[in-house]
C-alpha cells in the first residue's frame, strides 16, 4: 500500500469565538462549547495566520459562534492579509455596524459571506431565536453594498423553511450577491437533536433539486448556486470537506486542530493545538488528519467500490453518529447494509409533527455591544 501523496491545504476556518447573539437549532458547534476566556489571543491567531499561509493555505474563512463578537476582529483581519491570505467573513450580520465595516474594509477585508435563516422576519427570527435579528441583518446588506464587499449569500434550509427557497434566490439577486450557497441542514452536533423538527420530506429535497437546477440555468452568468442537497435522501454521500485531511483545516476558538468542524464528534481521535505543535506539523503528521486521509482505513463496500477516490466513503462524522463507526460507510451511500434504515429514519422524522425547536444553548450569547 503507497501512502497518500500530501498536498498543502487550500482553506482555512478559524473559528474565532463560540459566542452568538444567535441560537440556531442546527448550529454545527460542538454540543461543548469552548469558554470565552480559552479562546486564542490577538497574538495566537496572528502566528497561525502566518502559519498557515506558510504552509500554503490561500483562503481564510473566519467564522465562529459570530465571528463579530471578537472586539479585535478588524485586527486580526488585517493580520490575516499581512500574511497574504484571501479573508472571508462568515457572519450573521448581528454585531456589525456601518462603522465596522467600514474599518473591516481599511483592514483588508475581501469578502463577506452573510447567513440566512429565513426570507422574512417571522422566519428568521425564530430560527434563529432573536426577536429583531432579520431587520437588522436587511440593514446590514445595505452596509455590505455600500461599501461594495463581494457577498455570499449563505441560506440553510430544512422541513419548516425549504418552501422560501425560490424567495431565497430571488433576494440574493437583489442583494447584489454574486453567490448563493443553498445549504440543506446536515445533521451534525445540535441539528442531530432537532431532526423531527427539521428533517425534509422526500417531497421537498426533490423539490429543491428541481428549483436548483431551474435557476442555475435561468441565473447563468449573474449568480453562482452552491448546492448541499438533502444527504438523507440521496443515493451517494458527500464528499465531506473535499476528503478528510486533503484540502482543509479548522482551528476552534482554543487552538484545536481539526480536520473538520465536527471532528471532536468521534471520540477516539486526539486533536492537536497550536500551542503545542505546529501547524504543519499537524497537517503532515497529526494523528488525527492521517487517521482518514487516502483510502487505507476503509472497510467494505467502500475498499472495492470504483466510486471510492470519488467520495471517499462520504462524511465521518455521519458514520460515527449514524453508526457508531466512523470507518464505516456514510449510510446515506445505497451500498452501505444501513441505507434502508436510515431512509426510513428519515421518512420517520419527517413525518414528526408538532416536533418543538431545541435551541443551540447559549452560555455564550453576549456579543460586543455595536457601537
Ligand atoms: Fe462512496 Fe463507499 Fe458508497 Fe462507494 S461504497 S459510493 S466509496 S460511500
Ligand atoms: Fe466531519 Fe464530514 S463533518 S467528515
Known amino acids: 500500500m503507497t501512502a497518500p501523496t500530501v498536498r498543502p491545504p487550500i482553506a482555512m476556518l478559524a473559528e474565532l469565538t463560540h459566542r ?47 465571528p463579530a463578537s471578537r472586539r479585535d476582529l478588524e485586527t486580526l483581519v488585517a493580520a490575516a492579509r499581512e500574511a497574504g491570505l484571501y479573508t472571508n467573513l462568515i457572519t450573521s450580520g448581528i454585531g456589525l455596524t456601518e462603522r465596522r465595516l467600514g474599518a473591516l474594509d481599511a483592514a483588508g477585508l475581501d469578502h463577506v459571506q452573510l447567513s440566512l435563516q429565513g426570507t422574512d422576519s ?29 457577498l455570499t449569500l449563505n441560506a440553510v434550509l430544512h422541513r419548516r423553511n425549504l418552501h422560501q427557497l425560490p424567495r431565497a434566490i430571488e433576494m440574493a439577486v437583489e442583494m447584489g450577491a454574486r453567490r448563493i450557497e443553498v445549504a440543506t441542514v446536515q445533521f451534525h452536533g445540535w441539528a442531530l437533536r432537532n431532526r423531527d423538527a427539521l428533517m425534509p420530506t422526500e417531497a421537498q429535497a426533490r423539490e429543491a433539486d428541481r428549483i436548483v437546477a431551474e435557476a442555475r440555468a435561468r441565473l447563468k452568468g449573474t449568480l453562482v448556486i452552491d448546492y448541499v442537497p438533502a444527504d438523507y435522501h440521496s443515493d451517494y454521500p458527500k464528499r465531506c470537506m473535499g476528503g478528510w485531511g486533503t484540502t482543509g483545516l479548522n482551528v476552534t476558538p482554543d487552538g484545536k486542530v481539526l480536520p473538520c468542524h465536527a471532528a471532536e464528534s468521534i471520540p477516539h481521535l486526539r486533536f492537536d493545538t497550536v500551542a503545542e505543535r505546529p501547524l504543519a506539523d499537524i497537517w503532515y503528521r497529526g494523528a488525527a488528519f492521517e487517521a482518514y486521509r487516502g483510502t487505507d482505513w476503509m472497510q467494505e463496500p467502500c475498499r472495492s467500490c470504483e466510486r471510492k477516490t470519488v467520495d471517499f466513503g462520504g462524511c465521518r462524522c455521519q458514520a460515527m453518529a449514524l453508526v457508531g463507526d466512523a470507518a464505516a460507510t456514510d449510510p446515506v451511500c445505497v451500498k452501505s447494509p444501513h441505507h434502508g434504515a436510515l431512509q426510513a429514519r428519515a421518512a420517520g422524522h419527517a413525518s414528526a409533527e408538532d416536533a418543538a425547536l431545541t435551541y443551540r444553548e447559549a452560555p455564550l450569547r453576549s456579543v460586543e455591544p455595536a457601537e
Open 20 to 66: 452568538c447573539p444567535l441560537s440556531c437549532p442546527y448550529c454545527s458547534n460542538p454540543v461543548e462549547l469552548a469558554r470565552v476566556d480559552s479562546e486564542l489571543s490577538t497574538e495566537t491567531w496572528t502566528d497561525v495566520f502566518r502559519q498557515a499561509a506558510d504552509l500554503g493555505v490561500l483562503q481564510l474563512h473566519l467564522s465562529g459562534g459570530e
Open 122 to 150: 417571522a422566519m428568521a427570527d425564530e430560527i434563529g431565536g432573536y426577536r429583531g435579528g432579520f431587520d437588522r441583518k436587511m440593514q446590514v446588506v445595505k452596509w455590505i453594498g455600500a461599501v461594495g464587499f463581494p
